[in-house]
């Protein structure tokens, strides 16, 4: 039999990054906050499990800042900057072997292994280098406009936008045109019109690579102690505050009144009362399942229901027993990608789809030796296959927390089949693996309720999402229900997620339109 309990201002549904963030301002207004969260454990995408003394990140493998995610940590009196280390990149292809250091050096390396294309990779490169640059001009040591208010916000503004006027010449291009389809017009190889023009993400705005380029080459970031830290930074600083959390405890039901939130009712059947509301979490089961539909517009509902996510991926971890040297000479860096094949894996009935297109390895224990036993350390690796995968993984349905014999045997090859393909990048992999585990889009499903196992929230190709035409949706057709987190504001991930808290947070007391334009 459940129970009811009230006084709460504020009640937030899901502890990743958004709901964190949120909790940790409106605790820092002196509101009472409770924060339920659906898994055992704290972060969302953000969590980590360690395995037989081994660590791993279960979700994201490092976050940028951007100019957003280190303010915010630093007016949460929470950021210690010698915590947090460059996560530098390598790619990889059956013809070419780049770590990623600046322009003139990849320029070069890359005309080396691909000499009868060198014209073709400075105008690539002639056409990304600048958008970057414009990019790193903008961000430069400022925060993020919207973080500030009043006359800081509009001097940064400006700022900002006088940077940002060499983009101006690919705007049109920039926010019309998807990177693969420009990456095609320039490459007469179609192996550097793929590995250019492609990074996971079907029809990805152009505009979106720059993004990226800036943020290989300048901003990617990992703390000491995994990306959890960041969520158990929060979490403590949240409850330091006076705010609650309750894991194990997943919301069913949004409670109305008069078309109004006013509490959730969980699935023991427990009922927490508050004045307003913030789902952090899966959207479309918000308007599917948690409320009643007909409190939506059937075209905001529509919306909800039919946008496409971000790709899911498997994950892969595994603990090596080997040293940081003999490591150190096969990987290079913190992270890299490997195109297996010059071919993007889209078919959900290819029984080879998570042998092809890219993989990415990440040495989680490069920068800390705790998160692994002495001399010997954690990678993960991350290969992009659809949740819905040769009929639901074998599952034979969409329900997360389906699994049978079948699912466990395509599970272990596909397992085994990943550490067979990293042998290119790690010889002898094979015989160096002490513990291994896969994760599939299935497993983020159930233990974050992530619609299909995505990664980012919405999907890359931002005219077909819920936010196209807009930077956010923070509020929703039912009164003192907010959204924040991945699918409140686009692109998504880490440091979006931590702005969408932040500014619901300020936003649902003072206005959403006061907190976005003062």
Not at 34 to 63: C, M, P, V, W
Not at 147 to 162: A, C, E, I, N, P
Not at 313 to 336: C, I, P, Q, R, S
Not at 482 to 511: C, N, Q, R, T
Request: glycine content about 10%; hydrophobic content about 35%; overall charge neutral.
């Amino acid at each position: 039999m459940g129970q009811s309990h009230s006084d709460y201002d504020v009640i937030i549904i899901g502890a990743g990054v958004g709901g964190l963030t949120c909790g940790n301002f409106l605790a820092k207004k002196g509101k009472k906050v409770l924060i339920l969260e659906h898994g055992k454990i704290l972060g969302g995408n953000i969590q980590g499990i360690r395995r037989k003394g081994y660590y791993f990140d279960a979700g994201s493998q490092s976050t940028e800042n951007v100019g957003i995610l280190f303010p915010i940590l630093e007016e949460l009196g929470l950021f210690n900057p010698s915590k947090w280390h460059r996560a530098d990149w390598r790619f990889i292809t059956p013809d070419s072997d780049v770590v990623l250091r600046d322009f003139a050096q990849i320029r070069s390396d890359y005309k080396g292994f691909f000499p009868e294309s060198a014209s073709d990779i400075e105008t690539w490169f002639d056409y990304i280098e600048p958008g970057c640059c414009a990019m790193k001009d903008m961000m430069g040591d400022n925060p993020f406009p919207l973080l500030k208010r009043g006359l800081d916000k509009y001097r940064l503004l400006m700022k900002m936008s006088k940077a940002a006027m060499p983009l101006m010449k690919y705007a049109g291009e920039a926010v019309t045109k998807g990177g693969g389809e420009k990456s095609r017009e320039i490459f007469r190889d179609p192996r550097l019109a793929y590995l250019f023009g492609e990074f996971g993400n079907e029809n990805m705005l152009l505009f979106m690579f720059f993004s990226f380029w800036y943020s290989f080459l300048y901003d990617y970031t990992y703390p000491e102690g995994g990306l959890v830290t960041l969520a158990n930074l929060l979490a403590d600083g949240f409850k330091k505050q006076g705010g609650e959390v309750r894991t194990s405890c997943t919301v069913d039901k949004i409670i109305t009144s008069d078309r109004k939130a006013v509490g959730v009712e969980t699935s023991s059947g427990d009922r927490y009362f508050a004045e307003k509301v913030v789902n952090t979490g899966n959207p479309k089961r918000l308007v599917e399942e948690m409320c009643d539909p007909n409190l939506f517009p059937r075209k905001y509902l529509a919306k909800i229901k039919n946008g496409p996510v971000s790709i899911s991926v498997a994950n892969a971890f595994l603990g090596l027993d080997m040293d940081d040297e003999e490591l150190g000479e096969a990987l290079k860096v913190h992270h890299t990608i490997y195109w297996r094949t010059y071919s993007s894996p889209w078919n959900n009935y290819d029984p080879q789809l998570h042998r092809k297109g890219w993989e990415m390895v990440s040495w989680e224990s490069r920068f800390d030796k705790s998160l692994a036993p002495k001399n010997k350390n954690s990678i993960i690796i991350q290969v992009p296959v659809p949740y819905d995968w040769m009929n639901g993984w074998k599952t034979g349905t969409k329900d997360p927390t389906k699994r049978n014999a079948a699912y466990k045997k395509l599970k272990e090859k596909v397992l085994d089949d990943i550490i067979e393909d990293t042998g290119y990048v790690i010889p002898g992999i094979g015989d160096k693996v002490e513990y291994k585990e896969l994760a599939t889009p299935r497993s983020l499903a159930r233990f974050t309720l992530n619609p299909e196992g995505s990664i980012m929230g919405w999907s890359y190709d931002m005219y077909n999402t819920p936010l196209f035409g807009r930077f956010g949706q923070f509020s929703t057709p039912v009164e003192n229900l907010y959204m924040a987190g991945h699918y409140s504001i686009w692109p998504g991930g880490i440091v979006f997620s931590a702005l969408s808290g932040k500014l619901v947070a300020d936003g649902m007391y003072e206005g959403l339109a006061k907190t976005l334009l003062w």
